[in-house]
């Protein structure tokens, strides 16, 4: 079984997602990390050379494949929900939890990464793309999560004790 992390950039899916690994002793996949090694370019890079939707067709091909993995900590990219058949490829063998995180909290934490990030949107800055992007997808993160941890008073080691007490109740291990 699989466990799937899903939410906004800056949600803390991939810092979460490392320590939950070690802690269950399951292999850690990056969704995002894979796209970049199997294209040998930056997200970024990738979308000013080719556009979104060439992007989002390779996080499709690598959300598949985790789907077919066993035993890992996934941590996906914050615009995987926006393609249905991602969530449903990673959930044959997962249970997505979703990171819920306001806005001013996603916004503190992408500080100064927020210019090594492609754009989202044409907004004219970070906190307006952040709030378009936060409102159309929270009702699917929502939608695809079999558990919502809140991380806005939570520290990472709280937020992972979390995840894994959530994991216990479902008694998935």
Known sequence: MNIILIGMRGSGKSTIGSMLAQ??????????????????????EMVEKHGWDYFRDRETEIARDAGKSDNAVVSTGGGVIIRMENIEALKQNGICIYLRTPLHVLLQRIGGEASKLPRLTNETSIAEEMSKVMEGRAPRYEAAAEEIVDTEFQSVEQVVEEVLHRLQKRHIE
């Open 23 to 44: 802690r269950l002793g399951k292999d850690f996949r990056e969704l995002d990390a894979e796209v970049e090694e199997l294209e040998g370019m930056t997200i970024r």
